[in-house]
């Protein structure tokens, strides 16, 4: 039973540098899907600005190419253009105007999984004589059966990926984001780099571990180089490939001991998407015990993401210190208030509009009873 006179870890704030959230509770990057060149538009703003005011401490908007190569579907959002600069900054404002919570942009470049379809037209390759682009990698090693294969980096392709990150960071700041977060996993750039079944180059950035994490950290040193040092910046990473002889969890804890040395603000812990063969296990809380092992072991801030539905679920995995933050994706576009349900059912803190105060439970009918006055007591605006 939760003890309404001690406010929720769920709600507990957190400082990232000088930026401070008010929860614990993160909007996970979602595609879309719905971009035009790369631009958002107003599809992007109802979506980022429904989600902003929710009431979570950070909304992460999805994954965006530092390049129009870089995009995973030809709808996909970007951020190499001033056009694209304009229209996010739109967006951010939009939140920051309207809610309490910090936005933060998500950077990646797709490698051999760009291309493509978007899901609701079955991922299919689009061949460039179709509109889509050629697919880069570490190495030249298809992403299925029947796709071609990419072609795999030079050296000075590898040096402008890194000014692509370093530029879309720019172009970041410049429309104002809280924070950003490289994307090291599900299979794009980075993580095939990262994986031993994707990059089997025999130069400074392949064979070893070292120098598989070469250019992930490469883009961590680029990106934090150039963006505000009173704002955060974090990773996603895919904790395992699950397959055999793919990156595992034991290399994920040694390239967070590097990004350690590199303060990073927090570590996104997912897994799997280097291929289609990967059998995973899906299961409320799946991907929790690779959080906790790069918590327990790096102490880092970490991000649990995976099947996270339920309040008192989230709760836990907070007080047995599995994880730092609790991210969600899905559950938010089927419950888009999930963090005003939570806080009235724990008995927490979380910012409403204005303009929705009316819609709170204890204001509409005083159905919680006891528990409703003590809420009353604890929420506010």
């Known amino acids: 039973m939760t003890d309404l006179n001690k406010a929720p870890s769920l709600f507990e704030p957190l400082n990232l540098r000088e930026t401070t959230l008010e929860n614990r509770i993160i909007v996970a990057p979602m595609c879309q899907y719905s971009a035009t060149d790369g631009t958002p538009n107003d599809w992007h703003l109802m979506h980022i600005g429904n989600l902003a005011i929710s009431g979570a401490g950070m909304v992460i908007m999805e994954a965006t190419g530092v390049s129009a190569e870089g995009r995973i579907t030809p709808y ?23 809610s309490h919570a910090k936005m933060v942009l998500q950077l990646s470049h797709a490698g051999r999984k760009g291309s493509a379809m978007p899901p609701w037209a079955g991922r299919k390759f ?12 570490p190495s030249a090693i298809p992403l299925a059966e029947g796709l071609p294969a990419p072609t795999e980096l030079t050296p000075e392709q590898i040096k402008q990926i890194k000014l692509d990150f370093v530029a879309s960071a720019e172009r970041a700041s410049a429309a104002g984001f809280d924070g950003l977060e490289i994307h090291a996993a599900h299979g794009y750039l980075l993580h095939q780099f990262l994986s031993p079944l994707t990059n089997q180059r025999t130069d400074q950035y392949g064979g070893s571990l070292e120098n598989r994490m070469r250019l992930t950290l490469e883009v961590f040193d680029a990106v934090r180089a150039v963006w505000p040092s009173t704002k955060p910046l974090g990773v996603r990473l895919s904790a395992t490939d ?140």
């Open 126 to 137: 689009i061949a460039k004589d179709d509109g889509g682009w050629t697919q880069y990698a």
């Open 76 to 98: 996909c959002l970007g951020l190499y253009n001033e056009t694209q600069t304009e229209q996010f900054r739109r967006i951010v404002e939009f939140a920051h105007q309207h």
């Open 242 to 381: 699950h397959l055999e002889e793919g990156w595992d969890i034991e290399q994920t804890v040694a390239i967070c001991h590097e990004l350690k040395q590199r303060h990073v603000d927090w570590v996104d812990v997912s897994s799997s998407g280097l291929s289609p063969a990967a059998k995973v296990d899906v299961h409320p809380g799946y991907q929790v015990p690779f959080a906790e092992r790069v918590k327990a072991e790096t102490g880092i801030t970490t991000m649990a993401v995976g099947m996270i539905t339920e309040p008192q679920q989230a709760e836990d995995i907070l007080n047995n210190q599995q994880a730092d933050l609790i991210a969600m994706a899905r559950e938010f576009l089927y419950n888009p208030r999930w963090p005003w349900h939570a806080a009235a059912e724990l008995g927490g803190q979380v910012h409403y509009p204005d303009q929705y105060l009316r819609c709170r439970p204890w204001v509409r009918n005083d159905v919680f009873g006891e528990k409703g006055s003590a809420l009353r007591e604890t929420q506010s605006n």
